[in-house]
């Protein structure tokens, strides 16, 4: 063998060796923390795969890390790759494939498709975000079409537990029990067979499910308080008004009063509704609601800052003021943009919104103190379905 070919070789391997001296010096800790058990030890197949896992928090990387028996290579988002030192570190050392939310990847799908055909694992979060409310999103529409692109194996694997340790919505974080299992392995000739919205059906079923649940037939206890549960619920059942909910110890207050008290369950007592995920989708409906009856629509943030993000993963301030949308425009202090000019839109974090227009620039919305970005989202969501887009 010659020494360029022992080069790349060894730059092919180092990834892996990395991968691997993380994974087993994080993995007494990371079991502590989460009760992974002999249960969780997942084999994947030999031969080169696509592997779909539900977005629970912010340490699934680690759980799938610990639970897989074979290195993969993750697909995570270009944020990572912002700062010099720790875009070094995960391009250099752990060889993820960088994503922009609020954005087109096609290098992205051209980077998936290049390493599964060179005989890699390639590991992606279905839905593209982690969960706000506890239950499983559908996996990013183009989801099928990649599967169906690859025409190799394609494995789906469901996570449990992980949402109630560190909610989107919530900074602190405690101790939980989760719990892996490989739902489906789909061999290539199922792949080939299958169409593209039939595999992306598939993948939805498999990866579903609804958090926090019941542990041998009791509520765990998370011992966690409210604050932030405004990021993810922002429209009052009482008053209707938009972006005015906020958690304060274990109230859910409103500007109109409590609207519901959180317990140490993860569930919400005294309120309409009593999970998470049943306030998102009312919620949901009552957006659509909004923008199918042309009701008008009060959705505002002062004090926002508007910055572009340039292909070097730089941000740079173009705007100040307030942050407002409506059925028409989305607006950030002095600059406007029309909807239809809007061709992505997504969050990040507990709820910064990001999002790209027609002509190439990729943004995002910044706030003193954050705001519900979701709820932006989700108008936007909402408009698209009302025009048929």
Known sequence: MSRKSRQKQQKKRHPYFVYECVRISTKPGVKWFYGLGKKEKLRLPDEPCLVLVNHT?????????????????????ESLLRNKISGFIFTNFFNIIPCEKGKQNTEAVREIAHRIRAGEKVCMFAEGNITYDGATAPAMPATGKLAKLLKHTVVTVQTQGGYMSCPRWSKRICRSKVTSRIVRVYSPEEVKAAK????????????????????DGKWPKYHRSAKGIGFVLYVCPRCGRLGRIRGRGKRIICDCGTVGKWNVHGRIDDGPFEAIYEWNRWQKGRIAEMFEKNEPIDASVPDASLLEITEDHKREIVAEGTLSMDGEHLECGELSFPLGQI???DTRNRGILLFSVDDGRYFEVRAKGGYPGLLFKTMFEAWEASIGR
């Open 57 to 77: 928090c912010y340490f699934d990387p680690l759980i799938v890390a610990m639970s897989l028996q074979q290195p993969v290579s993750f697909v995570a988002s």
């Open 196 to 215: 593209a919205s039939e595999l992306q059906e598939w993948i939805d079923r498999d990866l579903y499910t609804e958090q926090p649940q019941k542990r």
């Open 343 to 345: 061709v992505s839109m």
